[in-house]
């Protein structure tokens, strides 16, 4: 960031301000400068930070699984192999506990959902003005950018646009599976019948349909709202620093604590994101009679 002092306020909305491209007012396409700027752009606007950070991590995800099948072997594996093979059983183990029918793909989906998001949340452990000020110092020495108009959020998952974009596609599935198996008559039935029978059919299609609907809904909200919450506690703590010598030594106090706690918070987004996929497609497989 500049140089010279900002406030509080300041330094907090930077922080949670989206790299955006899209339409300016005037009709040109280039970098929001500011969040009312980025905020009229509309719906096509683009958040660069986390589409970069997420293919990054998503390349270096199936990178890191592609090389360690090439290497294994039957003999003594190796500690990278171990490691691979161990949250291979883990989730293997999860879908056999919570995925009662028969599909191929459950089990790969949900080895990719859980390393994934786990590497996005992992990214809140990372130094908060670590990437932002490379970012800052690359917009100005090389692009020529003012300092205060550069933004780079690192965790893509408390990007709301993230997060509901991979429960969108979770709830495609849902639908696509609910129809393949049930067909579209048993889908739609299971939406109108259940659980009060035919005379009930306005009250069942309103809660099946509230049911239905909260499904992405929660899945979105919840992992955005627990990792922006986590990362506006490291933004508040790292206030603290240029408060004074005595806050700024409790600050790295705090800071080591909330980190270590918040190994756990990523760890069960990522897990609790994984275990609703596997239920809501079991679901999706079951037919009722």
Same mark, same amino acid.
């Given at each position: 960031?500049a140089?010279?002092?900002i406030?509080?306020?300041?330094?907090?909305?930077?922080?949670?301000?989206?790299?955006?491209?899209?339409q300016?007012?005037?009709?040109?396409?280039?970098?929001a400068?500011?969040?009312?700027?980025?905020?009229?752009?509309?719906?096509?606007?683009i958040?660069?930070?986390?589409?970069?950070?997420?293919v990054?991590?998503?390349?270096?995800?199936?990178w890191?699984?592609?090389?360690?099948?090439?290497?294994?072997?039957?003999?003594?594996?190796?500690?990278?192999?171990?490691?691979?093979?161990?949250?291979?059983?883990?989730?293997d183990?999860?879908?056999?506990?919570s995925?009662?029918?028969?599909n191929?793909?459950?089990?790969?989906l949900?080895?990719?959902?859980?390393?994934? +998001?786990?590497?996005?949340? $992992?990214?809140? @452990? %990372?130094?908060i003005?670590?990437?932002?000020?490379?970012? #800052? !110092?690359?917009?100005t020495?090389?692009?020529?950018?003012?300092?205060?108009?550069?933004?780079?959020?690192?965790?893509p998952?408390?990007?709301?646009n993230?997060?509901f974009?991979m429960?969108?596609?979770?709830?495609?599935m849902v639908?696509?599976?609910?129809?393949?198996?049930?067909?579209?008559?048993?889908?739609?039935?299971?939406?109108?019948?259940?659980?009060f029978?035919?005379?009930?059919?306005?009250v069942?299609?309103?809660?099946?349909?509230?049911?239905?609907?909260?499904?992405?809904?929660?899945?979105?909200?919840r992992l955005?709202?627990?990792?922006?919450?986590?990362?506006m506690?490291?933004?508040?703590?790292?206030?603290?620093?240029g408060?004074?010598?005595?806050?700024?030594?409790?600050?790295?106090?705090?800071? +080591?604590?909330?980190a270590? $706690?918040?190994? @756990? %918070?990523?760890?069960?987004?990522?897990?609790?994101?994984? #275990? !609703?996929?596997?239920?809501?497609?079991?679901?999706?497989?079951?037919?009722?009679?």
């Amino acid at each position: 960031m500049a140089s010279e002092a900002i406030t509080s306020s300041e330094y907090i909305k930077h922080h949670l301000q989206n790299l955006t491209y899209g339409q300016k007012a005037d009709g040109t396409w280039g970098v929001a400068h500011s969040a009312e700027e980025a905020a009229d752009m509309g719906f096509w606007a683009i958040n660069l930070d986390t589409i970069g950070v997420s293919v990054f991590l998503g390349v270096l995800m199936m990178w890191f699984f592609r090389s360690v099948a090439k290497k294994a072997s039957a003999g003594v594996p190796t500690g990278t192999q171990n490691f691979a093979e161990w949250i291979m059983e883990f989730i293997d183990s999860s879908v056999r506990g919570s995925f009662s029918g028969r599909n191929p793909l459950v089990a790969p989906l949900a080895l990719t959902i859980f390393v994934w +998001i786990f590497m996005m949340n $992992f990214m809140d @452990l %990372i130094m908060i003005d670590g990437i932002p000020q490379l970012a #800052t !110092l690359f917009g100005t020495n090389v692009l020529g950018a003012d300092p205060h108009h550069v933004f780079f959020k690192i965790v893509p998952t408390t990007d709301p646009n993230a997060t509901f974009g991979m429960a969108f596609v979770v709830f495609a599935m849902v639908l696509y599976y609910s129809v393949k198996v049930k067909g579209l008559g048993g889908f739609i039935g299971e939406l109108t019948l259940q659980p009060f029978g035919k005379w009930g059919i306005p009250v069942n299609l309103f809660l099946e349909g509230v049911t239905l609907i909260s499904k992405p809904i929660s899945l979105a909200l919840r992992l955005f709202g627990n990792m922006y919450a986590g990362e506006m506690i490291f933004i508040l703590i790292a206030i603290m620093y240029g408060a004074s010598l005595i806050l700024g030594s409790f600050a790295g106090l705090l800071q +080591i604590g909330w980190a270590i $706690f918040h190994i @756990l %918070i990523i760890t069960l987004q990522a897990f609790i994101f994984m #275990t !609703l996929t596997i239920v809501y497609l079991d679901m999706a497989h079951q037919k009722h009679h």
